[in-house]
């Protein structure tokens, strides 16, 4: 929130700790460095040395504790991603191993090897939908609680929302697609005479 401020001009306002900001354009600003300090130097030739400090450096003791806590957000978030993925892989793989009679009957009756792929893929892709579905609803109604810790982002960025979306699915159609080609390749025989 802003607060109440005054302005001073620096003429009157003489102090030996004074702050310049330069923005620079290209590259980065420690190439600058000393173009600066020579630039400022001649400016101010009564001053002592002229220190140049990027940004980053001024604001990085601040930032490190943030930067950390979004490092293991994206950590703790990506492990989620991978359980959820091996669950997955593993719920459709029993559920195949399962069915592998239903399945060899479905191709001895004429059912195309493609056919009980996306049978497979589309059991998959249902129960990622069913959580993405349960997770966005979640989010949405979690948002005001995350928005303290966001930075020029809304808890409900339809970018942010698609992409995970996107990423999840995405991750459910690779995990099931080892099971379901392994469906796809069951031979008729030998799952008719399968217990």
Request: no cysteine; glycine share 10%; hydrophobic share 55%.
């Amino acid at each position: 929130d802003p607060g109440l401020n005054y302005y001073i001009p620096l003429d009157q306002y003489r102090t030996d700790d004074v702050s310049l900001f330069v923005r620079t354009r290209g590259a980065a600003a420690a190439s600058h460095v000393e173009a600066v300090r020579r630039r400022l130097q001649r400016l101010m030739p009564g001053s002592a040395y002229v220190t140049i400090m990027p940004l980053r450096q001024i604001v990085g003791g601040n930032m490190r504790s943030w930067e950390l806590g979004a490092t293991m957000f994206l950590a703790f978030g990506a492990l989620a991603l991978a359980v959820a993925a091996v669950g997955l892989y593993g719920v459709i793989a029993y559920n195949v191993a399962q069915r592998t009679q239903e399945l060899g009957v479905r191709m001895a009756l004429g059912a195309r090897a493609a056919s009980v792929l996306r049978l497979v893929l589309g059991e998959g892709v249902r129960f990622a939908a069913a959580g993405v579905v349960l997770g966005v609803g979640i989010a949405l109604a979690a948002g005001r609680w995350v928005a303290p810790l966001l930075f020029d982002v809304s808890p409900r960025d339809p970018l942010v929302f698609g992409s995970v979306v996107t990423v999840v699915l995405g991750v459910a159609l690779l995990a099931s697609l080892v099971p379901a080609l392994r469906a796809a390749r069951v031979d008729p025989a030998s799952a008719l005479r399968h217990d």
